[in-house]
């Protein structure tokens, strides 16, 4: 079954979005960064800690293919650096219709900037986001559909990826 598969950087909602996609659909939505903490029984900070970016980019690729063979799942949301390793881009373009949620640097800063639990936001929340954001600049163009959330409801936002998607297959 081909899935919709969420991209996008850290704070562009592909959470949210993905919540209500799965209720319009009414199918199975899975979390990338979920999995991988029920999987590993542990949080993906702690992962970050024990085993460093690199350990868990590896336990990153192998929940990812498991999750999109999966038949019972329609909607994933994949946590924002899923999309460095090539192998991930390619499972996701072979499995599903890949979707990159895109919001402005302000808004995705108002978003995380709480947020202690992010490995890589550690420190200044701001300054990381702009060097992340400038390191990934291009990370999302692979997707088939790309949008920019900042002044969309998540209604709004869903709604327009279901028309895409529905285009697409
Ligand atoms: C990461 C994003 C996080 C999580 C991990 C690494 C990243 O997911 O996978 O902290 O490299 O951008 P979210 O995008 O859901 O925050």
């Not at 995380?112 to 060097?131: I, S, W, Y």
Request: glycine share 8%; with cysteine; charged share 30%.
């Amino acid at each position: 079954m081909s899935k919709l598969v969420l991209i996008g950087f850290m704070g562009t909602g592909k959470s949210t979005v993905s919540k209500l996609l799965s209720e319009k659909v009414g199918c199975t939505r899975i979390d990338g960064d979920e999995e991988i903490e029920r999987l590993e029984n542990k949080r993906v900070s702690d992962i970050f800690a024990s085993d460093g970016e690199a350990g868990f980019r590896i336990i990153e690729t192998k929940v990812l293919g498991t999750i999109l063979e999966r038949e019972d799942t329609c909607v994933v949301a994949t946590g924002g650096g899923a999309v460095l390793s090539p192998i991930n881009r390619e499972l996701m373009l072979k499995n599903g219709f890949v979707v990159a949620l895109k919001a402005s640097p302000d808004q995705i800063i108002a978003r995380v900037k709480t947020d202690t639990e992010r490995p890589l936001l550690q420190g200044d929340a701001e300054e990381r986001v702009n060097l992340l954001l400038k390191q990934r600049e291009h990370a999302y163009d692979f997707a088939h559909f790309t949008i920019d959330t900042t002044n969309m409801s998540v209604e709004e936002v869903v709604a327009a990826i279901l028309e895409q998607w529905s285009l697409h297959k």
